[in-house]
């Protein structure tokens, strides 16, 4: 065996599954790769230990009926994990450890995979360069001192340094597809009601999805048939019939119909992206795709409206962080006191930062001129992706409006670090899946991810456009292990 | 529209996060280029618009009110910041 670690994780399972490597040759492969790598602070915990026994104890019983039979993984730390601390990136839940599951993450070990650990992510999934964890930047693997994106940027970086064969994020306006852009890696945002929120550190609840970021399209439809199931634990849990996505994969799209959206041309686009885009049509036509010229007329606004939409979530959701029943607590003179010295010290700039939008968003006197203004621009984007569907069968445009950029480089401007994700958020507004591949790379060499967005519950078709596309552009992630001595 | 500081002081009172001056100083020119940017909505005339407050389009379901999870006190206690047997404990709130 070459190296376990660079398999893809189709390839690791075949290989568990045909008996030439063992679960615990493989939990021992990812575990002292981590260990070399700690230097980009990829991980907010590790579960080690725990993971080498559960290998051990898989290959005395093995079960190779299971999709991911021993098979280690990490996950992003804003997915509560029973008995394993789980942080969300933030100080004041520094301490918690979950006395439950969730969902997703259950139905992830229920498949026969085993933890093996918690990756770090911006502060309650709310940045877009992992910036804003409590537990510090993460390194990208790509180059120093480069952002991996966020707010699943430790999900991005780990999977790209090949320390986790697959991984789970969560995508409130981008947080899994401009990582895995920016990390030359594939992650899909599932549709709206496709993933249970159960056991989810909740951002922005109308939002929020969890969604699989992995080293290739197959990989990716894999874990998305696992961690996709209908859920009575989240109300707005939704039971469609749902396929086995990996299984009915196939590169035949012919005929298809791909719109190309004019309005996400925005001013002051890099070159390289509108050339990453051309090629990226022409790619779809190679593939038997029939390219069509739409128009989504609101995305301008679609920006502007998540930026009141999901902190006036956030502030309601992040209300429940007050010192009294779990995570940190300050001292206080008195009950007041503890909260607001508690909330003060707890959370970090821009989650006190978005509350405080939320707060005021939703405030007596403002409600209807912005909650409810945000909400009406909401309906209009929803209605211009409606409007497209009847033309189209799935949209294809650059995932982010530039590559990564260096660490610090947009700290002091909000709005400049909002813009990251013009591309993304349209789509969590209007509640639609979306997969963002790898493409190509810029004058630096950083990686470069085109977006493929879908009709609601369509998740195998732009699966299938992404499959196709793929084995079009051949991209290959140059890693050279920089930060391994 | 602005937000001076007093809305600062108005909101963290809302929000239950302590901000001292300088803190507010930032957060004055932070939420106002943030506001600047959100102003942009008032270009679209939304009138008529009906607001969407779900993308599910489903009903949400009612189900029945039953406890589930049964002897767990002691787990939940566990991450409790203060605790004193069966109650969570918080600073004196009588006199």
Known sequence: ?485 | MTIDLKTIKHISKLSRISVDDKKADKLVGDLNSIFDFIEKLNELNTDKVEPLTSVAETTLKLRTDEVKSKNIRGQILKNSPDENEDFFVVPKVVE
């Open chain 1, 1 to 485: 065996m070459s190296d376990i670690t660079s398999l893809t994780l189709t390839d690791l399972v075949k290989n568990i599954k045909d008996k030439k490597i063992s679960s615990e040759e493989a939990t021992k492969a990812f575990i002292e790769r981590g260990e070399k790598s700690r230097d980009l602070n990829t991980y907010i915990t590790e579960d080690f230990s725990n993971a080498l026994k559960k290998a051990k104890n898989f290959d005395q019983k093995p079960n190779f009926e299971l999709k991911l039979p021993g098979v280690p993984m990490a996950v992003k730390d804003l997915f509560c994990t029973n008995g394993v601390k789980t942080t969300a990136g933030s100080k004041i839940l520094n301490n918690f450890i979950p006395p439950y599951e969730s969902t997703v993450t259950q139905n992830i070990w229920n498949e026969g995979s085993i933890l093996l650990g918690k990756l770090n992510c911006d502060e309650f999934a709310m940045g877009s360069s992992n910036e804003t964890s409590f537990f510090g930047n993460v390194q990208s693997p790509i180059s120093k001192d480069l952002v991996p994106g966020g707010s699943s940027g430790g999900s991005a970086s780990a999977l790209a340094a090949n320390l986790t064969p697959i991984t789970i994020g969560t995508d409130t306006g981008g947080s899994i597809r401009q990582p895995a852009s920016f990390t030359g890696t594939v992650g899909l945002k599932p549709t709206y009601g496709s993933c249970s929120r159960y056991g989810i550190v909740a951002f922005a609840s109308s939002l929020d999805q969890a969604g699989p970021m992995s080293k290739n399209v197959k990989d990716c439809a894999l874990l998305q048939e696992i961690i996709s199931t209908y859920d009575e634990k989240d109300s707005t849990s939704i039971n469609f019939k749902r396929n086995e996505y990996s299984k009915e994969l196939t590169i035949n799209i012919k005929g298809k119909k791909i719109g190309i959206p004019k309005e996400y041309r925005v001013d002051g686009m890099p070159k390289e992206i509108e050339d990453l885009w051309a090629k990226g049509i022409e790619f779809a036509k190679d593939c038997g795709a029939e390219i069509v010229e739409i128009s989504l007329p609101h995305t301008n606004y679609a920006l502007p409206a998540y930026y009141i939409v999901a902190p006036a979530e956030a502030s309601s959701n992040l209300a429940r962080y007050d010192g009294v029943k779990y995570g940190f607590r300050s001292k206080g003179e008195n009950l007041i006191d503890m909260y607001e010295k508690t909330r003060s010290e707890g959370f970090g700039a821009e989650v006190q930062r978005r509350i405080m939008i939320g707060t005021y968003v939703l405030s007596s006197g403002y409600y209807d001129a912005y909650y409810l203004k945000a909400q009406k621009v909401r309906k209009l984007i929803k209605n211009d992706f409606d409007e497209a569907y009847r033309k189209v069968d799935a949209i294809l445009t650059p995932s982010t409006p530039s590559a990564a950029f260096k660490i610090g480089e947009k700290n002091n401007d909000p709005v400049s670090m909002y813009l990251n994700d013009i591309f993304t958020v349209p789509v969590n507004l209007a509640g639609l899946p979306a997969i963002s591949i790898p493409a190509g790379i810029d004058a630096m060499g950083y990686p470069l991810g085109l977006q493929i967005i879908g009709k609601a519950f369509d998740e195998q078709n732009i699966l299938d456009i992404a499959y196709a596309m793929e084995e079009k552009i051949q991209f290959k992630n140059k890693i050279t292990d920089w930060w391994i001595k």
